[in-house]
């Protein structure tokens, strides 16, 4: 209990730390550009995603392409604390979401992740507390730690065949999950990815990973 308390105090102080240091990187940094209300750098030939204004509300839709050139990376902290925002679409080309990128935007209720993401970093979406439903693509193989951690709208998680490794507290204090199919590609969950979710139901093939996980966590298991 000590070391889990630990962990969120830890994450919450790095979180308050880092925000307002990513508004003056934004002023500062002569290698950012803006695109409307958001920035990015050009990192060879690619786009990485820098910065939201906090002030942002609504719908946000990433752009796919900018200067001609693709729009791959969404960087750590990029739209963390954007909290009027209640929809985001990511492009497909986009492969890599960075750590906290979406984290603590309170008012997130839907998100489009397409098939080209391959990485969900630690805290991804961490503290979306209106998120209420997420598909994992084909594409990603890993979820970071802690990376929905405190969703506690959150109701129902899809993953696509593909996933092997569910890290860290994932999912932890959702309390409102109730449904998690997970496929046969899954070979590693953390001991504590679904730790303080009271209503989860696993849905898996019989004889899978995720099976034998639900029964030695006395996790509630539905044959698909």
Not at 173 to 196: H, M, N, Q
Request: with cysteine.
């Amino acid at each position: 209990m000590k070391k889990k308390v630990l962990s969120i105090l830890f994450a919450l102080c790095l979180l308050c730390a880092c925000l307002p240091l990513g508004a003056l990187a934004v002023s500062a940094d002569d290698d950012v550009k803006t695109y409307g209300d958001l920035s990015y750098r050009i990192y060879d030939d690619r786009i990485s995603m820098y910065y939201c204004k906090r002030a942002v509300s609504g719908k946000v839709e990433i752009p796919a392409q900018i200067e001609g050139l693709p729009v791959v990376t969404i960087s750590s902290f990029a739209f963390s604390g954007c909290s009027n925002i209640t929809s985001i679409t990511i492009p497909n080309s986009v492969t890599t979401i960075g750590f906290w990128a979406f984290s603590c935007c309170t008012s997130l209720e839907s998100v489009t992740i397409p098939d080209s993401v391959t990485v969900i970093r630690d805290y991804a979406f961490g503290y979306c507390n209106s998120l209420t439903s997420v598909a994992i693509p084909k594409g990603v193989t890993r979820i970071g730690s802690y990376a929905f951690v405190s969703c506690f709208r959150l109701t129902t998680v899809c993953f696509s065949d593909g996933i092997v490794e569910i890290g860290e507290r994932a999912f932890c204090g959702c309390e409102s999950l109730a449904s998690v199919t997970i496929p046969t590609s899954v070979e590693t969950i953390a001991d504590d990815a679904f730790t303080d979710c009271p209503n989860v139901t696993t849905h898996a093939p019989i004889g899978s990973y995720a099976e034998q996980y639900a029964k030695q966590y006395n996790i509630p298991f539905v044959a698909e």
